[in-house]
T-cell receptor, first 110, second 113 residues
Framework: SQQGEEDPQALSIQEGENATMNCSYK?????LQWYRQNSGRGLVHLIL?????REKHSGRLRVTLDTSKKSSSLLITASRAADTASYFC??????????FGAGTQVVVTP | EAQVTQNPRYLITVTGKKLTVTCSQN?????MSWYRQDPGLGLRQIYY???????DKGDVPEGYKVSRKEKRNFPLILESPSPNQTSLYFC????????????FGPGTRLTVT
């Protein structure tokens, strides 16, 4: 079964900087979702982008999807200490199954 | 408040002692699933259910059982837990269909000694 691969595995930035993480995958998808997980807690849905969409925004989040390159990126602008978390991309395949990657761990220092 | 609840949140048990982790959602979602999360491996699906009395295996079903007798509840059963089932477990639910976000429970940290 396929799953997304996030890059980088870990990211350390200062408050106010932008954080960018990428997700690559191998087969066709119905949609791609991004989730955030604070340490040891449940995942929280951030944004869903459908396969026929190229870009979506939600507050300080910007997600792009390039189906020709089979990749997506999540940009967090003007990061805050509260953005410290792990971020996961999840692919919905043609069967409706959600497959998660291993995540990008983001640390934002004041 | 829309939520997925799990109990217990923490559990330490011994090899072979049957246990059940409960999961309940109050959003009338058709689809429910169980995941386990291990370091470096992300979330892996154990079992899922499309609706009442409809369950199917995910990617790592060995050693687990589930049931879906009511729409809101989806318990995870470990008949004979082993140390390799030590993990962080999450229950999740969503509406049926492809383009819906999943709502996750707070997690159950299980240690099997």
């Amino acid at each position: 079964s396929q799953q997304g691969e996030e890059d980088p595995q870990a990211l350390s930035i200062q408050e106010g900087e932008n954080a960018t993480m990428n997700c690559s995958y191998k087969t066709s998808i119905n949609n791609l979702q991004w989730y955030r997980q604070n340490s040891g807690r449940g995942l929280v849905h951030l944004i869903l982008i459908r396969s026929n969409e190229r870009e979506k925004h939600s507050g300080r989040l910007r997600v792009t999807l390039d189906t020709s390159k089979k990749s997506s990126s999540l940009l967090i602008t003007a990061s805050r200490a509260a953005d410290t978390a792990s971020y996961f991309c999840a692919l919905t395949d043609s069967w409706g199954k959600l497959q998660f990657g291993a995540g990008t761990q983001v640390v934002v220092t004041p | 408040e829309a939520q997925v609840t799990q109990n217990p949140r923490y559990l330490i048990t011994v090899t072979g002692k049957k246990l059940t982790v409960t999961c309940s959602q109050n959003m009338n979602h058709e689809y429910m699933s169980w995941y386990r999360q291990d370091p470096g491996l992300g979330l892996r699906q154990i079992y899922y259910s499309m609706n009442v009395e409809v369950t199917d295996k995910g990617d790592v079903p060995e050693g687990y059982k589930v049931s879906r007798k009511e729409k809101r509840n989806f318990p995870l059963i470990l008949e004979s837990p082993s140390p390799n089932q030590t993990s962080l477990y999450f229950c999740a639910s969503r509406k049926s269909g492809y383009s819906y976000e999943q709502y996750f429970g707070p997690g159950t940290r299980l240690t099997v000694t």
